[in-house]
């Protein structure tokens, strides 16, 4: 159980997170090195690209710790990249998991904005038979500070504002072979902080709970519901398949709709290469097409 577990938040560090395939990602042999590494990439409409590159080692017995940082960025809103950093801490145990994530966006000079904040995550087996069938069920809560300007009748004013976020899940497996997540999060209200005013914030909300979209949603969403499913290939082809949709609400600012369609290879005992596809469309605003791969290595 505790090597699954491991594997989950492992696998989830990056922005998107997946905890249903994480949690089928990796094997014991892989988690058995002493660090690990992962690159995920991401590009699609606008000129968007994100990129970022993350290495975890275990410190002692079910403790692990990671650091990661990297970069996005878009056209349509960002000229310049956006850079963040990540430094988690995980412990692992046979009933339950518990992660922590600070990160920070550090001021970009062409935005005037930045962000830094943290995620507890919490994660309990409820059974967990022979035959690989599981439930499992997840909790977690997080904080972020932010700063960023806003448009009050065209008077830009730098602001300084904190939001918090916090998120239920549910996961079913059935024989090893068939995955189901149900999420829902919810957002709280900023006071005096307006999605129409601001202007180009950077924390990408997907810090604070999943989204389920690859790129990056700097609006304040209100809540976000998502489910998942997954169909292990085993063990004819080594692989899984996913797909997922998520409704992202936004604070006065319209509601959006993601899917995600994906393959995940196993390519050696010690690598894995991640394929996927997300579409994303916002009720006011054309749609959007991104694409994601993620390599990881174990040594």
């Known amino acids: 159980m505790s090597d699954r577990l491991l594997a989950g938040i492992i696998y989830n560090m990056p922005m998107a997170r997946l905890l249903f395939l994480a949690l089928l990602a990796l094997s014991t042999p892989r988690l058995n090195a002493a660090w690990w590494a992962e690159n995920d990439y991401a590009t699609g409409s606008n000129g968007f690209k994100k990129d970022s590159l993350s290495v975890f080692t275990t410190i002692s017995g079910p403790l692990a710790a990671g650091l990661g940082g990297g970069y996005y960025r878009d056209r349509a809103g960002y000229g310049d990249r956006v850079y963040f950093f990540h430094l988690p801490l995980m412990y692992s145990a046979e009933k339950y998991f518990i992660s922590l994530k600070p990160f920070v966006y550090p001021v970009a000079n062409g935005t005037h904005s930045g962000a830094g904040g943290g995620k507890l995550f919490f994660l309990y087996s409820l059974n967990e038979a022979s035959d690989e069938s599981y439930l499992h ?23 300084r504002f904190s939001g918090s976020a916090f998120e239920a899940q ?81 604070r006065g600012a319209g509601a959006a709709n993601s899917g995600i369609a994906g393959m995940k290879l196993y390519l050696t005992e010690k690598s894995t290469l991640d394929f996927a596809y997300n579409i994303y469309k916002d009720e006011a605003a054309a749609r959007k097409n991104y694409y994601r791969v993620l390599l990881q290595v174990f040594f």
């Not at 977690?140 to 448009?151: E, F, I, K, T």
């Not at 949603?217 to 082809?237: C, D, N, Y």
């Open 137 to 159: 069920l997840g909790f977690s809560g997080a904080w972020a500070r932010q700063q960023a300007l806003q448009d009050f009748n065209g008077a830009m004013r730098k602001t």
């Open 170 to 250: 549910v996961e079913k497996s059935f024989y090893g072979q068939f995955f189901l997540q149900a999420s829902a999060a919810g957002f709280t209200r900023p006071p005096g902080v307006s999605n129409s005013r601001l202007i180009a914030p950077v924390l990408d909300q997907a810090e604070l709970a999943y989204l389920g979209t690859f790129r990056q949603v700097t609006a304040i969403p209100e809540w976000v519901l998502g489910a998942q499913l997954a169909r292990s290939m085993k063990p004819e082809f080594d692989s899984h398949l996913y797909a997922g949709y998520s409704k992202i609400h936004y």
